[in-house]
T-cell receptor, first 115, second 114 residues
Framework: DTGVSQNPRHKITKRGQNVTFRCDPI?????LYWYRQTLGQGPEFLTY????????KSRLLSDRFSAERPKGSFSTLEIQRTEQGDSAMYLC?????????????FGSGTRLTVV | GEDVEQSLFLSVREGDSSVINCTYT??????LYWYKQEPGAGLQLLTY?????DMKQDQRLTVLLNKKDKHLSLRIADTQTGDSAIYFC??????????????FGSGTRLQVQP
């Protein structure tokens, strides 16, 4: 297990199309996070899962966004009816949570361009 | 909500020390992190500090935490050209907030001149 894997690395889509990204976390990590990073900004939290339960969603996560982690392993993030403002790097991170999490491992991200 | 602020840019000469500063607002933050991001790459965890510590040293990296002022700094000794990157400060929500995610600053671009 070499780290957090995200696919695809790049995605170009036309406005109005749906896209889906996949994240495979480190296998023993029970928490999985999605962040969005736009140019010149730090990552912004979107949502996170503990095992298969989605425990928190940011107000940034509009109704067009949905995330799943059906078996508590990999996760998918779907964006419906994409808009140009959705263009960003989508980062996935995972961690192992006991009483407190120490350290999050990030994947290399999926860069989405909406044209 | 929580906020993390950083200066945007720092330029140093190779061999000098770099100091990157960060302020945060969440007084219940339990851990504070420094991440490094190189162009086109993901985030690499450099170091972290627990909120009951005021200093942590890890090889060339020294983290100082002033919890009263909610100020965090990262010192890189003997800065090398390979240290050129964007450095992000991040706070983790404390138990009081019930938040289990990181709030990032906008990043400080470190440029190391040979």
């Amino acid at each position: 297990d070499t780290g957090v894997s995200q696919n695809p690395r790049h995605k170009i889509t036309k406005r109005g199309q749906n896209v889906t990204f996949r994240c495979d976390p480190i296998s023993e990590h029970n928490r999985l996070y999605w962040y969005r990073q736009t140019l010149g900004q730090g990552p912004e939290f979107l949502t996170y899962f503990q095992n298969e339960a989605q425990l928190e969603k940011s107000r940034l996560l509009s109704d067009r966004f949905s995330a799943e982690r059906p078996k508590g392993s990999f996760s998918t993030l779907e964006i419906q009816r994409t808009e140009q403002g959705d263009s960003a790097m989508y980062l996935c991170a995972s961690s192992f949570q006991m009483l407190q999490t120490i350290g999050y491992t990030f994947g290399s991200g999926t860069r989405l361009t909406v044209v | 909500g929580e906020d993390v602020e950083q200066s945007l840019f720092l330029s140093v000469r190779e061999g000098d020390s770099s100091v990157i500063n960060c302020t945060y607002t969440d007084s219940s933050s339990t851990y504070l992190y420094w991440y490094k991001q190189e162009p086109g790459a993901g985030l690499q965890l450099l170091t972290y500090i627990f909120s009951n510590m005021d200093m942590k040293q890890d090889q060339r990296l020294t983290v100082l935490l002033n919890k009263k002022d909610k100020h965090l700094s990262l010192r890189i000794a003997d800065t090398q050209t390979g240290d050129s990157a964007i450095y992000f400060c991040a706070s983790e929500g404390g138990m009081d907030t019930g938040r289990r995610a990181l709030t990032f600053g906008s990043g400080t671009r470190l440029q190391v001149q040979p």
